[in-house]
């Protein structure tokens, strides 16, 4: 589905948040308190904004665009989201190999990694609700983070407030449908998935999974709320 409408992806999300995401996305990096020398794990990472965020915060940090082999990998199941990302990541500055962005699959995490946790961090924005075992990626996100670290997962929702639920059933499928040339099924989708996500189940979710659930950050009346939680440290 997104392999179709990536060319125009960050146009498209930058119309229908109305200019937030970015903010959305600065909120959720400095969730992770980063440090120089992180290895940090973006899951869904699209054309990668997350994945540039968190290298350019790490680049801040250590003063310096030399953050260190894969410090950041973005995983993402779209091969043309992906290309679109390389090219964001070559112009940003970074060379492949601090910013690697990989084809992927988030429920089957060990395929792509040692079973051993080498993450500081782990990153999902805007697509956990796309993904029907929930807790299973969580799971093995568990899986691959070191004790001690964080998860940031950024998602939407439905709002409280009735205009903004307005927007998102009417609004966001014929403007995603209109920017993209003509993908109406794939932002129907969106507003649908936005409008099932249980934003309290998925919290217990993050519990059931082995996480200690820190905070739940809601923002836009609702419409995203950004997820935090830990890997306890080893005993």
């Given amino acids: 589905m997104f392999d179709a409408i990536a060319p125009r992806y960050d146009v498209i999300n930058t119309a229908l948040s109305l200019g937030m995401h970015s903010l959305w996305r600065r909120k959720m990096v400095s969730s992770l308190e980063l440090k120089p020398g992180f290895k940090v794990l973006d899951l869904g990472t699209g054309t990668a904004d997350v994945a540039l965020a968190i290298a350019k915060e790490l680049a801040k940090q250590g003063g310096s665009k030399n953050i260190g082999k894969e410090a950041v990998i973005g995983l993402d199941p779209s091969q043309n989201m992906l290309s679109h990302g390389r090219k964001k990541v070559h112009k940003a ?3 492949d190999k601090a910013v ?11 395929a792509s990694f040692a079973e051993e946790a080498n993450f500081d961090a782990v990153t999902m924005a805007f697509a956990i609700r796309n993904i029907p075992d929930r807790l299973r990626v969580l799971q093995e996100i568990f899986k691959v983070l070191k004790h ?8 939407l ?3 409280t407030f009735a205009p903004a ?5 009417y609004c966001v499928p014929f403007i995603g449908s209109l920017l993209s ?6 932002y129907e989708h969106l507003e649908k998935s936005v ?3 249980d934003s309290k189940r998925f919290a217990q979710q993050i519990s059931d999974a082995g996480f200690q659930l820190q905070s739940i950050t809601a923002m836009n ?4 709320n950004l997820f935090v939680a830990t890997k306890a440290e080893a005993a």
């Fill in 181 to 186: 040339g003509g993908a109406r099924r794939e």
């Fill in 221 to 224: 009346f609702g419409s995203v």
């Fill in 100 to 110: 690697k962005l990989i084809h992927g699959d988030a429920l089957n995490l060990t």
């Fill in 195 to 197: 409008m099932a996500f």
């Fill in 165 to 169: 639920r307005w927007f998102v059933r």
């Fill in 93 to 95: 500055g970074f060379s």
């Fill in 157 to 159: 929702g439905e709002p």
């Fill in 148 to 155: 001690g670290g964080k998860v940031a997962i950024l998602e």
